[in-house]
């Protein structure tokens, strides 16, 4: 039977790359990149190839194997692996770069900075005070070729090959027989003299000193150039002086010297130093500590090295949110520190802990994570924003906290792209509609239509249909101003998907109405959208042929670049998600006064203040929603055409509390025009949702509702008169008649235009039309008291013990 020799060197668990060798410390070792077989990762190997009678190279390379081995510290060099037989040996380490490479690589990218140095030197002289103060070894082999750097950027000390004790066990110092070497030795121990005593420091120190005047000024010629300092640093100089000088008695210890640095002014005392001293002893810190660092960190990382940032900063703070509860205060280093990962190592690194952080209750975190999503949004697939992140976020729709609720809406603007048509087309639209019509907060509801004509593009042909043109009316009725100018911005923006008769019968009324609002920004901005859309009417009329090309986009799938040209002119661009609303209360500082009675909850540190919700003044030429009476009394009177004009639709001063409680998603929240506050829903915006839910969303919402009852015989509506053309009319000009003032009488619904009541053709004074409304309603408010005691009647007497429920 035959039996063959494994080969160890095969067997090895790394293997050396085919890339030829980067060096390595003078003496026998030679460095190789190499990888791990099983993962791939990438290592360092130095190789010693055995050669016949070098015996005591050969002793050198194998002492410095076993101290490699057995010392361990952040500052030296980390071992891995090892293999010794009678050819070779491989000693594999963290992958690392020879110092003396990475600054010459550095310095043709632009150069070190004196951070990155200071660090450095700083962890070097940390090793030395390790080797000297704690395990009495002596380096004996300080110098440019012993030190190595990792992908981070961290220095670390090599070439224990001459190392031995300091209190002179195992002999004296190895014989280098290495010229390179020698050059840096102290003069005591090459003259021979008396001198030689010193501490046990001394030589190191002074090899120390040779290493700094490396790092700044280059390859030492010769021990001579050491007196003159050269680009050292000036507040650095002092104490490299004191390194080289003659009196070997006087260099410091490592410690001492290190203790000099970090004075106040010292070289070694800047934020990147303090930064990476505090990431070594971040595990054994307070929680509160924590939260300071990293609240402070992200200002100073944009001074920081790249590298740095991606190997050192990044899994603190992704290893902080995992297992320190660190919250929310890790959101904005950790993007700005993904701004420096490519698109593989974003996906593996941050996208986990992002879509982990939405899904958090922390309001925070939430919000911080609403505010920067435009900086991790492209990394975000589609499967991922409509399983895991948009069912998240929408749950900040019905936040109590209005910050909360703004962000959401803004968020929108980066999701919209990304979401399926559910989500998109079914489930957002909800939630707009339901803010739209019954958020207390004015700016919620103008950020709301703002968002929805910057993502109309993306909606599909049937839902731009039922929602665009309701929704806008809708808007230009509300009473906070930009609310208003913000509806007829979005119709210009959305200009391109109206057929040519929802422009004529749809759009053009609501935007003629407009054109008498008390604020003269929305006036302007109505009239810049008249001209617009009566320029693409007037061009259809003279050539026909051109209805095909101008409605391209009206049954269109839905497209990210439709509606861009609108944007530009009517000045509806919003970079990222920047706070258009601001700028429009900026713009409308005395637009009403503030709301007494809504209680204004504190907004988050760090977040811009919401300008509080504005109501409407008591006034009657106010463009402020109606509330719509739902009830047969009102059906009754609405029956005799001849009575429009006895209907003061504009001076209900005060609502009574059975319209409050027939009021409904269908009337949109709407308040009276007469100075009353906006009728928001007292409940809590979950019971809000529930019962949006159960009223069927779009039938009662923005979708167009099932046609009007039939006007009585004799009645001609609006819309039957003959505006324009050739034959005359026998009830006249019906605009002959319009006040200038806005009448603030008309209650038109958002989502339909047939029961549209249009101002009477007769006038009255308005001491007469207030007289009517009085009676008016003292005569509904007999009624129901009589409906009420017969109610009561009929029930009979309630019995002892019993509860009453109605």
Not at 43 to 61: C, L, M, N, R
Not at 318 to 325: P, S, V
Not at 543 to 555: I, R
Request: hydrophobic content about 35%; aromatic content about 8%.
């Amino acid at each position: 039977m035959w039996f063959f020799a494994r080969d160890p060197v095969r067997d090895f668990p790394f293997e050396l790359s085919p890339d030829p060798p980067e060096g390595g410390p003078p003496g026998p070792w030679v460095l190789h990149r190499g990888r791990k077989k099983a993962t791939g990762s990438p290592v360092s190997i130095f190789v010693y190839d055995v050669k016949p009678g070098a015996d005591e190279q050969t002793q050198v390379a194998k002492a410095a194997f076993k101290r490699l081995k057995t010392l361990r510290h952040p500052n030296i060099l980390a071992y891995i692996d090892g293999l010794e037989t009678d050819k070779c040996l491989h000693v594999v380490t963290e992958a690392v770069t020879p110092l003396g490479m990475y600054l010459k690589e550095r310095a043709e990218a632009g150069g070190l900075k004196e951070l990155e140095l200071s660090w450095g030197l700083h962890q070097i002289v940390k090793a030395l005070s390790f080797l000297v103060n704690d395990c009495s070894l002596i380096h004996n082999n300080i110098c440019m070729a012993a030190v190595f750097v990792d992908r981070a950027g961290e220095w670390k000390l090599g070439g224990l090959d001459y190392m031995y004790s300091a209190q002179g066990n195992g002999g004296g110092p190895p014989r280098k027989g290495v010229p390179e070497l020698e050059q840096y030795d102290p003069p005591e121990l090459a003259d021979g003299s008396g001198r030689a005593v010193r501490e046990k420091w001394s030589a190191d120190m002074w090899r120390l000193g040779c290493l700094i005047w490396e790092v700044f000024n280059g390859p030492l010629p010769r021990a001579a150039a050491l007196r003159n300092p050269g680009k050292i640093p000036k507040s650095l100089v002092p104490h490299y002086c004191e390194l080289v000088g003659a009196n070997p008695k006087v260099r410091p210890n490592p410690a001492r010297f290190l203790q000099n640095c970090r004075a106040p002014g010292g070289f070694m005392n800047n934020r990147f130093v303090e930064t990476n001293l505090f990431l070594e002893e971040i595990q054994i810190k307070e929680p509160a500590e924590k939260q300071k660092f990293f609240q402070e960190l992200s200002k100073s990382l944009d001074s920081f090295p790249e590298d740095f940032c991606r190997h050192r900063v990044l899994p603190q703070l992704l290893t902080a949110f995992e297992f320190g509860n660190a919250g929310a205060v890790v959101l904005t280093p950790l993007f700005k520190v993904g701004k420096f990962l490519n698109a593989e190592e974003y996906q593996q690194k941050i996208i986990p802990v992002v879509v982990k952080m939405f899904s958090s209750t922390d309001r925070a975190m939430r919000i911080r994570l609403l505010q920067q999503m435009e900086q991790f949004i492209q990394y975000l697939d589609e499967p991922t924003v409509n399983t895991q992140i948009f069912p998240h976020v929408v749950h900040g729709f019905l936040d109590t906290n209005p910050a909360i609720r703004e962000q959401t809406v803004k968020s929108m603007l980066l999701l919209a792209p990304k979401l399926n048509e559910a989500n998109l087309n079914v489930e957002l639209m909800k939630h707009f509609a339901r803010l739209q019509a019954k958020d207390e907060q004015g700016p919620i509801r103008c950020n709301t239509t703002v968002c929805l004509g910057k993502i109309g593009s993306y909606l599909n042909a049937s839902t731009r249909h039922r929602v665009l043109t309701s929704a806008f009316s809708r808007a230009t009725k509300d009473p906070f101003a930009p609310s208003r100018v913000a509806g007829v911005l979005g119709f210009a923006a959305t200009h391109n998907l109206y057929s040519m008769n929802d422009c004529a019968h749809k759009i053009l009324p609501v935007l003629c109405g407009l054109t008498v609002d008390p604020e003269k920004s929305v006036r302007d901005q109505a009239f810049k959208a008249i001209r617009s859309f009566l320029s693409k009417l007037e061009s259809v009329s003279e050539d026909p042929t051109q209805l095909a090309e101008v409605e391209k986009d009206v049954h269109a799938a839905s497209s990210p670049g439709m509606g861009g040209a609108a944007a530009s002119w009517a000045g509806w661009a919003v970079t990222g998600v920047s706070s258009l609303t601001s700028k429009l209360i900026r713009a409308h500082p005395t637009a009403a006064p503030a709301e007494p009675n809504i209680p204004q909850r504190p907004t988050p540190e760090g977040l811009p203040a919401l300008a509080p919700t504005l109501v409407p003044a008591t006034s009657t030429t106010s463009g402020h929603w109606e509330t719509q009476e739902e009830s047969t009394d009102t059906a009754e009177d609405s029956s005799a055409a001849d009575r429009w004009d006895d209907e003061d639709w504009g001076s209900l001063e005060e609502a009574e509390s059975v319209l409050a409680q027939q009021e409904d998603w269908s009337t949109g929240g709407q308040a009276s025009r007469g100075g009353q506050t906006s009728n928001v829903d007292p409940k809590s915006p979950e019971s809000d949702w529930s019962s949006w839910e159960a009223e069927g969303s779009w039938e009662q919402g923005w979708q167009e509702p099932s046609p009007p009852e039939p006007p009585p015989e004799g009645t001609r509506l609006a819309s039957e008169y003959n505006w324009g053309g050739s034959e005359p009319s026998d009830k006249g000009d019906p605009f002959a008649a319009m006040s200038a003032r806005r009448e603030a009488g008309t209650q038109l619904r958002p989502d339909s235009w047939g029961d549209d009541n249009w101002e009477g053709l007769e006038t009255e004074s308005r001491q007469g039309k207030a007289e009517l409304a009085r009676k008016k309603r003292e005569e509904r408010r007999r009624e129901m008291e009589a409906k009420r005691a017969e109610k009561k009647a009929a029930k009979g007497p309630m019995k002892l013990g019993t509860r009453k429920l109605d």
